[in-house]
């Protein structure tokens, strides 16, 4: 299943209830002590990583009425509640107006340990009376309900009560449907809450002032996993070992004793040789250590809290692994916390990759502008503080961005020569690549990774549907920019943004173009997109190079698709596809990018517009120096 909303209420600065729309990859952005915290806490305790405290109880609400709830999405099609027999959430009434399963877990917090006082579903349930609490009925009460309203359960098997419960709510003309909590921890709801257990998401938080040693727990756990892998592995062969061993040490041990009997037998007679073996596994300790003999603890806090974080990141894997868990959600509070800004960059990215894949989740808080920037506007739910101190949460829109720069600023510096707008952040990594590959090959270009570390280079992702804003934004700083935008349109239609493109060459000291081709990826070797997969075992082959307005992205996750035997393609939904596609996107801009080299971008681009690019950014920013 897949989080895809949380509602707190009562619960520490949130007493009336909040509510936050949660994605792939959501940004939780603001100030510090704003709340974004207490929505990760909020959800260590839902999904009983945490435990609620004392002072969880929200001062200015009802402590015995502190409510977490979470909405899932991609809920699972059948369930097993009894008997072995298939039943859904549809079918038991537990699926909210919209299709989802809402849960909510409810708290007495007016006590020194607060426990969970009810778990209920928020759902359109039947509320006729007689058929609005089937799901708390025991088997025979069920049967005597159906008796009571006159319902004939022949060829009902009455040992499923799933079927019983069916049968009764298939009778009544009018069920009286309404938005009810039906509860889920007794009898029926009991049954359908412990079999969505295994569905339920893994859920992992890295929190920001979290201890940094190598005897970590989240340290130590994945390592500890790692050394009983590689002892089952050569099991056969320890046995051998150990069997030697207790032969070897039987017989001496047998020898003294039979030697101590010629001299006292009485003494003799009371031992017996014994010889006990540990587990291997606990044989090893394990340390993480630089090239030189540094430990972790000794390193310093960036380092750290970079290698724990990964750390963290596979033990998360290692728990959904062990519970047969489909999905994982990362909750990472303040990813940046003692980076460089160049791992910020690097950190962000592999997070974003990381939510992209099958059943993974990402969740992080930031108060920091280039994070804030660096993310797609979709992605950010900006938490804001009312004078009355309410929190708004407000989901990713040009507003939210707007006030995201009001709040925290646009710019981390004023070492800027140059915005590069483009439409998404897989651009900017085809930008970099491009440009350290003819770097490699000797020419004269900007290096954008290296002049983006330096502050003097900043990568604007504008979203399609916000250009105007950025447009707009950026204005003020009286700074050269220079927009690429796709061109999706075939000529002779008009390049899909052409107000945008006319109105920044409008401006002083800026210019935009829409690429000839569809889009950046258009612009992608066959070859190199080939080559990049087959580092992962995957084969894919076309005929040739791509026409200038073939949906590579989707040709490409096409073939992978197929190449992966999978179902065919025109059977997937939309949200399966755009994933795929995503996932194309980002191994065509992060790998077969490197696979390119001068003479195949000379095929893919042969007017050099790439190459006009580059020496126009270089000759804006030269402008800003003289």
């Known amino acids: 299943m897949k989080l ?62 502190m409510r977490i709830t979470c909405e899932f999405g991609d809920i699972p099609s059948e369930l097993v509640v009894d008997t072995d027999f298939p039943t859904t959430l549809l079918a038991e009434s537990l699926l909210s107006p919209g299709g989802t399963l809402v849960v909510q877990k409810k708290y007495n917090g007016s006590i020194s340990t607060p426990s969970v006082t009810s778990i209920a579903a928020i759902a359109e349930h039947p509320t006729a009376t007689g058929y609005n609490d089937l799901l708390s009925l025991k088997k025979a009460d069920l049967a005597r309900r159906a008796g009571d309203l006159g319902v004939d359960l022949a060829g009902i098997d009455r040992r499923i009560n799933a079927l019983v419960r069916g049968a009764i709510w298939g009778s009544c003309a009018d069920l009286q449907k309404a938005e009810v909590a039906v509860p889920l921890d007794a009898e029926g709801g009991k049954q359908v809450w412990t079999a969505l257990q295994p569905y339920l998401p893994t859920f992992a938080l890295f929190k920001s002032d979290r201890a940094s040693t190598d005897q970590d727990a989240e340290a130590q756990d994945p390592l500890k996993a790692a050394i009983r892998e590689a002892v089952k592995a050569v099991e056969a062969d320890l046995q051998k070992v150990q069997d030697f061993v207790e032969a070897e040490v039987s017989k001496i041990a047998t020898a003294t004793v039979e030697k101590l009997r010629e001299m006292d037998p009485s003494v003799a007679e009371t031992l017996n040789p014994v010889v006990s073996t540990k587990k291997w596994d606990t044989l090893f300790s394990t340390s993480i250590t630089g090239d030189e003999g540094i430990p972790l603890n000794k390193r310093g806090s960036g380092v750290k809290r970079l290698i724990l974080l990964n750390f963290f990141r596979a033990k998360a894997e290692k728990d959904a692994s062990a519970k047969n868990s489909s999905s994982v959600i990362y909750a990472i509070e303040e990813p940046e916390t003692s980076q460089h800004p160049r791992n910020q960059r690097l950190l962000l990215n592999a997070l974003r990759d990381l939510s992209a894949g099958e059943g993974r989740q990402v969740i992080v808080t930031t108060h920091t502008p280039m994070l804030a920037r660096y993310l797609d506007e979709a992605d950010l739910r900006f938490i804001k503080q009312r004078d009355d101190g309410v929190r708004d949460i407000v989901e990713g829109a040009p507003a939210t961005s707007e006030n995201i720069a009001k709040s925290l600023g646009v710019l981390p510096d004023h070492n800027v020569k140059i915005f ?94 829409a690429t000839q081709k569809r889009e950046l990826e258009s612009y992608l070797h066959h070859e190199a997109i080939c080559e990049a997969y087959a580092q992962n075992q995957i084969a894919i082959t076309f005929p040739g190079l791509f026409a200038d307005f073939d949906d590579v992205p989707s040709m490409v996750a096409q073939a992978v698709h197929v190449a992966s035997g999978g179902a065919p393609w025109a059977t997937l939904d939309d949200e399966k596809r755009r994933k795929k596609e995503s996932s194309a996107k980002r191994q065509l801009n992060g790998v077969a990018v490197r696979q390119m080299t001068t003479a195949r971008l000379a095929q893919t681009d042969p007017n050099n517009e790439i190459r006009g690019w580059l020496a126009t950014i270089a000759e804006m920013m030269a402008g800003v120096e003289a």
């Open 420 to 513: 590069i707008g483009v439409e998404g952040p897989h651009d900017i990594t085809f930008l970099k690549g491009i440009a350290k590959l003819l770097i490699a090959s000797g020419e004269n270009v900007p290096d954008l990774e290296q002049l983006e570390l330096d502050g003097e280079l900043v990568f604007v992702p504008l979203g399609g549907s916000n250009l105007a804003l950025w447009a707009s934004r950026l204005a003020p700083f009286n700074r050269p920019e220079f927009h690429i935008c796709d061109r999706d349109n075939q000529p002779p239609s008009a390049p899909k943004y052409a107000a945008h493109l006319e109105a920044i060459n409008a401006r002083a000291v800026c210019q935009a173009v």
């Open 4 to 65: 895809i909303g949380l509602t707190v209420e009562n619960f520490r600065c949130y007493a009336a209830p909040t509510s936050v729309r949660l994605g792939d990859l959501t940004a939780l952005v603001g100030r510090n002590d704003v709340g974004k915290s207490t929505l990760m806490d909020a959800l260590a305790i839902f999904f009983e990583v945490g435990k609620p405290d004392k002072d969880d109880a929200c001062k200015f609400g009802d402590p015995k009425q």
